[in-house]
């Protein structure tokens, strides 16, 4: 028949050339629909404007011990509190080993300022607001900050101590620029 | 997709008979929901459910698009935006009302729908299909209402926001990455605000599209039957028009009055207050709950306090949240007694209701604070929502001798009749 001829004409090593043909057609058309995904998926992170927010001066003259201001860094609560000594004894004389995100004071605060706990305010359970940094807010049972919504302590550290959050309250990245006034981000 | 004695369709008018050739939608809908499409004869009202929710579902689109055209969904002015079609736009208060509390009558009718389906086991074979498409449905039904619930920007929209996309953030290494990417930034905003309400626009009509596959697949075995007996002969059907048009339309009525009396007189019995207070990303609610149609789920999510094995509490949550709901596609396998309804089943009916009672319980505990006793009985609830479906479901479809069953649904109702006349006359 002269179409089975036609289709097996120029067989050398098994593959015709309209096999070669679809592969190739179909891949290219693969390659673009790839080209043409990326974009629709990457409109979906964050925009120049939301990523241009992600530096915050804060004034922290104000601050007594045993108080704490909430600010807001690239759109989350930032926690900035001045610990008492006996809060920052409190947070020292916990063995590693009865942490549930093992760190120490030391390793969440700044050299030689270790009395300025700055935390996001951000709940590592699900991301309410913990309580305790306003005046008068319950602290939880371990006098740090209390998350109402599903129930986490955290301790004079910002440490995950009870409840259903997997880790402390993250430290963001921040210097002193002087004594009195600190950089977020 | 019918049976041999359907009725067969035969346009007379000659514009119907040029219609016929050229594009058939009136036949599609004659042997659909017409004369053409025989039903079990035996139906009771549980059956009306389906339609209760495709009504439901037109009355969202319907105020839905109208709402669109006077929200605006930008996080500086969507409340307030919210708050002009309360108070300016003519009729604004009624349709938004109507578009809340559809919602919850929208989940009102599907769990009916749902609890239905697992009552008289119409998940099993020959429709399958029909169930998998249904928990689809739900599962589309909940993204569309959350997203939904974000719009109005309050101090509830937000922090669901807030809550819910950090599900997300509970999937190891991958998890902050893919919530900031949902997010659009790095906590609910202006960008989150506007993906949510471009989906919420679309997933109603994809919503409506997965509702035809639904019904395409139902039509093919045709539908199941309170006796669970499959149908035999003539006799066990009638066409779906008269029939089940005028059932299903005194259904619609008892459905519209329910739901009017909801809007007109206690609209804001389902919401939540604190939704009317603007949102404020620096202060959480005291108390964050969803709307009550994902309490259970969200009972579920929190009954996890502890980490086990090797996964955190966090994580355990949200797998048992997704767990519980993707169960629900194994269903018909999981259940292996060869007898449909429940009216035969004795034990599974014991079963079924205590089921009912834990997906209460659940709901309860899911409105309550995140204290004792509520999170112990969520955990315990939990565990037995899970032993329901893996354990006691596939124990009792096999060790339960069921009840001894009529021949066919047409000797069930003559039976039925039989039992009413000696009844009356005893």
Same mark, same amino acid.
């Given at each position: 028949?002269?179409?089975?001829?036609?289709?097996?004409?120029?067989?050398?090593?098994?593959? $015709?050339?309209?096999?070669?043909?679809?592969?190739?057609?179909?891949?290219?058309?693969?390659?673009?629909?790839?080209?043409?995904?990326?974009?629709?998926?990457?409109?979906?992170?964050?925009?120049?404007?939301?990523?241009?927010?992600?530096?915050?001066?804060?004034?922290?003259?104000?601050?007594?011990?045993?108080?704490?201001?909430?600010?807001?860094?690239?759109?989350?609560?930032?926690?900035? $509190?001045?610990?008492?000594?006996?809060?920052?004894?409190?947070?020292?004389?916990?063995?590693?080993?009865?942490?549930?995100?093992?760190?120490?004071?030391?390793?969440?605060?700044?050299?030689?300022?270790?009395?300025?706990?700055?935390?996001?305010?951000?709940?590592?359970?699900?991301?309410?607001?913990?309580?305790?940094?306003?005046?008068?807010?319950? $602290?939880?049972?371990?006098?740090?900050?209390?998350?109402?919504?599903?129930?986490?302590?955290?301790?004079?550290?910002?440490?995950? $101590?009870?409840?259903?959050?997997?880790?402390?309250?993250?430290?963001?990245?921040?210097?002193?620029?002087?004594?009195?006034?600190?950089?977020?981000? | 997709?019918?049976?041999?004695?359907?009725?067969?369709?035969?346009?007379?008018?000659?514009?119907?008979?040029?219609?016929?050739?050229?594009?058939?939608?009136?036949?599609?809908?004659?042997?659909?929901?017409?004369?053409?499409?025989?039903?079990?004869?035996?139906?009771?009202?549980?059956?009306?459910?389906?339609?209760?929710? =495709?009504?439901?579902?037109?009355?969202?689109?319907?105020?839905?698009?109208?709402?669109?055209?006077?929200?605006?969904?930008?996080?500086?002015?969507?409340?307030?935006?919210?708050?002009?079609?309360?108070?300016?736009?003519?009729? =604004?208060?009624?349709?938004?009302? %109507?578009?809340?509390? !559809?919602?919850?009558?929208?989940?009102?009718?599907?769990?009916?729908?749902?609890?239905?389906?697992?009552?008289? !086991?119409?998940?099993?074979?020959?429709?399958?299909?029909?169930?998998?498409? !249904? +928990?689809?449905?739900?599962?589309?039904?909940?993204?569309?209402?959350?997203?939904?619930?974000?719009?109005?920007?309050?101090?509830?929209? *937000?922090? !669901?926001?807030?809550?819910?996309?950090?599900?997300?953030?509970?999937?190891?290494?991958?998890?902050?990455?893919?919530?900031?990417?949902?997010?659009?930034?790095?906590?609910?905003? #202006?960008?989150?605000? #506007?993906?949510?309400?471009?989906?919420?626009?679309?997933?109603?009509?994809?919503?409506? =599209?997965?509702?035809?596959?639904?019904?395409?697949?139902?039509?093919?075995?045709?539908?199941?039957?309170?006796?669970?007996?499959?149908?035999?002969?003539?006799?066990?059907?009638?066409?779906?028009?008269?029939?089940?048009?005028?059932?299903?339309?005194?259904?619609?009525?008892?459905?519209?009055?329910?739901?009017? %009396?909801?809007?007109?007189?206690?609209?804001?019995?389902?919401?939540?207050?604190?939704?009317?207070?603007?949102?404020?990303?620096?202060?959480?609610?005291?108390?964050?709950?969803?709307?009550?149609?994902?309490?259970?789920?969200?009972?579920?999510?929190?009954?996890?306090?502890?980490?086990?094995?090797?996964?955190?509490?966090?994580?355990?949550? +949200?797998?048992?949240?997704?767990?519980?709901?993707?169960?629900?596609?194994?269903?018909?396998?999981?259940? @292996?007694?060869? +007898?449909? @309804?429940? #009216?035969?089943?004795?034990?599974?009916?014991?079963?079924?209701?205590?089921?009912?009672?834990?997906?209460?319980?659940?709901?309860?505990?899911?409105?309550?604070?995140?204290?004792?006793?509520?999170?112990?009985?969520?955990?315990?609830?939990?565990?037995?929502?899970? %032993?329901? *479906?893996?354990?006691?479901?596939?124990?009792?479809?096999?060790?339960?001798?069921?009840?001894?069953?009529?021949?066919?649904?047409?000797?069930?109702?003559?039976?039925?009749?039989?039992?009413?006349? @000696?009844?009356?006359?005893?």
């Amino acid at each position: 028949m002269a179409s089975e001829t036609e289709t097996t004409a120029g067989i050398e090593d098994g593959v $015709r050339r309209r096999d070669f043909i679809n592969i190739a057609a179909v891949s290219f058309a693969g390659v673009g629909a790839a080209a043409v995904v990326l974009p629709l998926v990457n409109q979906m992170n964050p925009s120049a404007d939301v990523l241009a927010l992600s530096s915050t001066e804060i004034d922290i003259s104000a601050i007594q011990p045993g108080q704490a201001i909430k600010t807001s860094w690239r759109k989350q609560p930032v926690f900035v $509190r001045n610990l008492t000594p006996v809060e920052i004894a409190e947070a020292k004389k916990v063995p590693l080993s009865e942490l549930r995100d093992p760190q120490t004071i030391d390793e969440r605060t700044k050299p030689g300022k270790e009395n300025w706990l700055i935390t996001l305010g951000v709940c590592t359970h699900l991301g309410c607001v913990p309580l305790g940094a306003a005046e008068g807010e319950n $602290r939880g049972d371990y006098g740090g900050y209390f998350c109402p919504c599903h129930g986490s302590h955290y301790d004079t550290a910002a440490r995950i $101590r009870k409840g259903p959050a997997p880790k402390n309250l993250a430290v963001p990245p921040y210097e002193f620029n002087s004594d009195t006034v600190v950089t977020i981000g | 997709m019918s049976f041999p004695w359907a009725k067969p369709y035969e346009p007379q008018h000659p514009l119907m008979k040029w219609m016929d050739e050229k594009l058939p939608i009136p036949r599609l809908v004659y042997n659909a929901t017409g004369p053409g499409y025989p039903v079990p004869r035996n139906l009771n009202y549980f059956w009306n459910f389906g339609v209760l929710a =495709g009504a439901a579902l037109v009355i969202q689109i319907v105020t839905g698009i109208v709402l669109a055209m006077h929200y605006a969904a930008n996080a500086g002015v969507a409340f307030n935006s919210v708050e002009h079609i309360m108070r300016d736009v003519n009729a =604004g208060w009624f349709i938004r009302y %109507a578009h809340m509390n !559809g919602a919850s009558m929208f989940f009102i009718v599907v769990y009916l729908h749902i609890f239905r389906g697992l009552y008289y !086991g119409s998940y099993k074979a020959p429709r399958e299909m029909v169930w998998l498409l !249904g +928990v689809v449905i739900f599962l589309l039904m909940m993204a569309t209402a959350f997203m939904g619930y974000v719009l109005p920007w309050g101090q509830m929209s *937000f922090w !669901g926001a807030q809550v819910i996309t950090g599900f997300f953030s509970a999937i190891p290494v991958v998890g902050d990455p893919i919530r900031v990417w949902l997010l659009g930034g790095f906590a609910p905003d #202006n960008a989150a605000l #506007n993906r949510f309400f471009s989906l919420h626009y679309l997933l109603p009509f994809v919503i409506a =599209g997965v509702i035809i596959l639904h019904i395409w697949a139902l039509h093919i075995p045709g539908s199941s039957n309170p006796t669970g007996i499959e149908v035999k002969d003539e006799q066990d059907t009638v066409p779906f028009h008269p029939y089940y048009t005028a059932k299903d339309g005194f259904g619609v009525g008892v459905f519209l009055l329910v739901f009017v %009396a909801l809007t007109f007189f206690s609209p804001n019995l389902l919401g939540h207050a604190d939704n009317y207070i603007p949102a404020n990303p620096l202060s959480t609610p005291a108390h964050i709950v969803p709307e009550w149609y994902f309490w259970p789920f969200y009972a579920i999510l929190r009954a996890f306090t502890f980490n086990f094995l090797w996964i955190d509490a966090k994580l355990w949550g +949200v797998i048992a949240m997704f767990a519980a709901i993707a169960l629900l596609f194994f269903l018909p396998w999981l259940d @292996s007694s060869p +007898v449909k @309804s429940s #009216n035969y089943r004795p034990l599974n009916r014991i079963f079924f209701w205590l089921l009912v009672l834990d997906v209460f319980v659940l709901g309860w505990c899911g409105k309550s604070p995140a204290e004792q006793p509520y999170v112990f009985l969520s955990q315990f609830c939990a565990a037995y929502y899970f %032993a329901h *479906f893996l354990i006691i479901l596939p124990i009792i479809s096999r060790i339960e001798r069921p009840l001894p069953m009529p021949n066919s649904i047409t000797e069930a109702v003559l039976a039925k009749h039989a039992d009413d006349k @000696s009844a009356a006359t005893a």
